[in-house]
């Protein structure tokens, strides 16, 4: 079955064919609920976009019932992602009324919705957690997917905390949530204790104890806590499992989710080992998944930039030395012959897609169709502010890449809310004297400040003189520059994540002069405090209290 009479029958209610992996990016969901990376509406709607790109068949947009942000969130991507070409949008629900509703409501525009109801099945949370007996989850699992059913056609059920489940109640709960019209269960490792023997082996019980398991996909998701989450994936691929739930870069709760990359990337590079696992020759070439692995480098790169969530140099796939053949050895080596030390090209992940494409003389249609080449559509005022930033790149840099305009237009992305703006900074420093800022700052009541700090060295002098003005208080958790490209006059990229309370809140921003990086990330980022201050709570659909049913 292609692709596109894959996703009809799952739409419709039926269970697909098993031939291919479907693969479902909860990085707007889970990777979101990880300390920090919050983002805005805009934000979101500029990864899904991005994730359509790549080729994921399902989006999980959010939470909808969590506040009217992620409900708007989740509204606008179904509408203007959720096409009939398009991915599936999936909106998530804990296993009651008022969450179901709220999600079938956000939904609405998408051409193919999915709800993804859960409920949790382990003993430990029935006891701490739900403070349910086993029989109230069995009744209550069916009857909130029958009501999901009653608005979707295409029902996700999870038992939450499967990994530590009793497998023979495991299998009772999704007979009946297969029953009651789910047509995919997902089996979720949600603290990232099981291993992949372990996990492979779960995958197996279910299709040999689950009388109707025939009637929906497997799906498998889980944490990292052990490092184990990709492992456990490959492993419930062999023995049945044909959706994976993951997110760009592993971002999520604690130690984050299964990798995207990684997965996509294992299944593509190691095809003709899982070809007969998934039924097809093994000799064959053809993909297992509809991923457009060229796109994943960008995809990495734009997640890390709007959540602050910073990729380390030795992740696999994406990280910075991932294709850094640096040691001399090896360098011999792959230039002798390629497969040397190589198993896969840095073309096949879209890392050499940097073209120098523009420069001083470049005009603002040369710059805008740029821009629609590599995806984005930005919005008349995003272009303009846009524009101006690139003009004023190309003259302290002769040549402007591709990535350059990422950086560019991420950040302009990343604007909202802008309470507080910097209006100028400007310091003084140096070996023989003590570093000294003076800021501008326009404050939400639009009158301006300006004041002035000595700090220990130019960035601490400016977060100093910018806290004197906007005066929430903060700790500075991390700060880290990186350069967007090679070269003296390269960008460079700050990302700061700090504390508020309980919470994190990360700030990013681009700009040739590091210091003003650096002040614009820590305005980013305490506009994102201040903003959340004033917009209230956000639902945990974890943690937070279950509503009672009904
Ligand atoms: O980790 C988990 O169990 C989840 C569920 C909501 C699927 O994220
Ligand atoms: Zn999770």
């Known amino acids: 079955m292609n692709s596109a009479a894959q996703d009809s029958a799952q739409a419709s209610g039926q269970a697909p064919a098993q031939d291919r992996i479907i693969i479902f990016d909860t990085t707007l969901r889970d990777g979101e609920q990880s300390p920090g990376a919050t983002l805005n509406v805009e934000e979101k709607l500029t990864i899904a976009r991005q994730l359509a790109r790549l080729g994921v068949d399902v989006i999980e947009a959010g939470f909808p019932f969590a506040s009217p942000g992620d409900f708007e969130a989740v509204s606008k991507i179904a509408q203007q992602v959720g096409s009939p070409g398009g991915p599936t949008i999936c909106g998530l629900a804990r296993a009651t009324r008022p969450d179901i509703e709220a999600a079938a409501k956000a939904l609405s525009a998408a051409a193919k919705p999915r709800i993804h109801t859960f409920l949790a099945t382990s003993d430990i949370h029935l006891e701490y957690k739900l403070k349910k007996t086993r029989a109230e989850v069995l009744a209550i699992a069916p009857e909130m997917v029958a009501y999901a059913k009653s608005f979707v056609n295409d029902v996700e059920f999870s038992p939450e905390d499967a990994g530590r489940s009793d497998p023979e109640f495991l299998y009772q709960v999704l007979e009946a949530a297969i029953a009651a019209g789910a047509t995919t269960v997902n089996i979720p490792d949600t603290v990232g204790y099981t291993t992949p023997a372990e996990f492979g082996g779960l995958i197996k019980g279910i299709k040999e104890n689950v009388p109707n398991i025939d009637q929906a996909v497997i799906s498998v998701h889980g944490h990292n806590d052990l490092g184990l989450a990709v492992a456990n994936f490959l492993e419930a691929v062999k023995n049945g499992a044909r959706q994976l739930e993951c997110t760009i870069n592993g971002i999520g709760e604690r130690a984050g989710n299964a990798a995207l990359e990684e997965l996509v990337m294992a299944l593509h590079v190691r ?9 097809r ?3 064959s070439e053809a993909s297992l998944t509809n991923i457009d692995t060229r796109q994943l480098y960008k995809t990495s790169r734009l997640v890390s930039n709007l959540t602050g969530m910073l990729v380390q140099p030795n992740k696999a796939i994406v990280g910075a030395n991932a294709f850094a053949h640096e040691s001399g050895i090896h360098q011999d080596g792959v230039l002798k012959h390629k497969l040397t030390y190589e198993i896969m090209d840095a073309q096949s992940i879209g890392l050499n897609d940097n073209q120098i494409v523009l420069g001083k003389l470049s005009g603002r249609n040369a710059f805008r169709s740029r821009l629609k080449e590599l995806g984005f559509e930005p919005g008349d005022q995003e272009l303009n502010r846009a524009f101006l930033r690139f003009k004023e790149m190309a003259d302290k840099k002769k040549e402007i890449t591709d990535w350059d305009l990422e950086a560019i237009i ?31 700052i326009r404050t939400p009541s639009g009158a301006e400040l300006t004041d002035a700090a000595i700090g220990t060295g130019p960035v601490d002098a400016v977060y100093r003189a910018i806290n004197r003005v906007v005066n929430v208080p903060n700790e500075l958790i991390e700060y880290s520059v990186q350069s967007v490209t090679v070269g003296i006059d390269a960008l460079g990229e700050v990302t700061i994540r700090l504390k508020h309370e309980d919470r994190i809140f990360s700030g990013h921003a681009a700009n040739t002069d590091i210091i003003v990086a ?13 903003d959340s201050l004033q917009s209230g709570k956000v639902l945990h659909p974890q943690h937070d209290e279950v509503q009672p049913v009904g």
Do not use: I
């Not at 820590?522 to 201040?530: F, K, P, T, W």
């Open 271 to 279: 095809r003709q080992y899982y070809n007969p696992f998934l039924g």
């Open 281 to 283: 020759a093994p000799e």
């Open 410 to 440: 991420n950040d302009e992305t990343q604007q909202a809310p802008e309470l507080f703006k910097l209006e100028h900074v400007q310091v003084s420093c140096g070996d023989h004297s003590r570093p000294t800022a003076t800021v501008t």
């Open 518 to 530: 650096s002040a614009l990330a820590y305005m980013n980022a305490l506009n994102r405090l201040s």
